[in-house]
């Protein structure tokens, strides 16, 4: 079985001309998302491990919060890849992690993040910031987890009860 955390980076101060959208961090707001998103995962066990996140500043960012107020994964990559990723490419991500991982966290942007979540689970979601979708799978291989009957186990969104 195969465990897909899908989570959408934090809320981030609003863009500029003088900023690049790579390097756009987090607001005041969206840090406090993200360490709700950490205390969450804390709460609910969630295991992840291993986090694939795009390196911009804001993914980043929301990634080093999740993981300080949540149990340590097993490992964090940055994917360059994932930085406004289409679906072809998220699909091409997460189709070459490594099978003996059985529980994944990427933390990317929309619109990829819920095509992929359609996708998956043939059920369209809108993910807001900070929102974590929890997908579930019996498949063996995460090259087969397409078409796989993969199944939403919740969505959690940013002002829900007990995250903020």
């Keep these: 079985m195969k465990t897909l955390f899908l989570l959408r980076h934090a809320k981030a101060e609003a863009g500029s001309p003088s900023v690049e959208d790579s390097k756009r961090a987090l607001s005041d707001s969206g840090r ?12 609910q066990k969630l295991n992840f491990e291993l986090v694939l996140s795009s390196p911009a500043l804001r993914a980043a960012q929301t990634v080093q919060l999740v993981l300080q107020a949540a149990s340590p994964a097993g490992g964090v990559r940055y994917d360059d890849r994932i930085y406004d990723a289409s679906l072809a490419i998220l699909i091409e991500v997460i189709s070459a992690i490594p099978d003996d991982i059985n529980s994944v966290l990427v933390v990317g942007h929309n619109p990829g993040l819920e095509e992929f979540l359609r996708l998956l689970t043939n059920r369209a979601e809108h993910m807001s910031t900070a929102t974590l979708a929890q997908i579930s799978s019996e498949a063996e291989t995460w090259a087969n987890i397409i078409g796989s009957g993969a199944t939403l186990d919740r969505l959690v969104q940013p002002k829900e009860p007990g995250r903020g």
């Design 32 to 43: 406090a998302q993200a360490q709700t998103v950490g205390q969450f995962a804390r709460q």
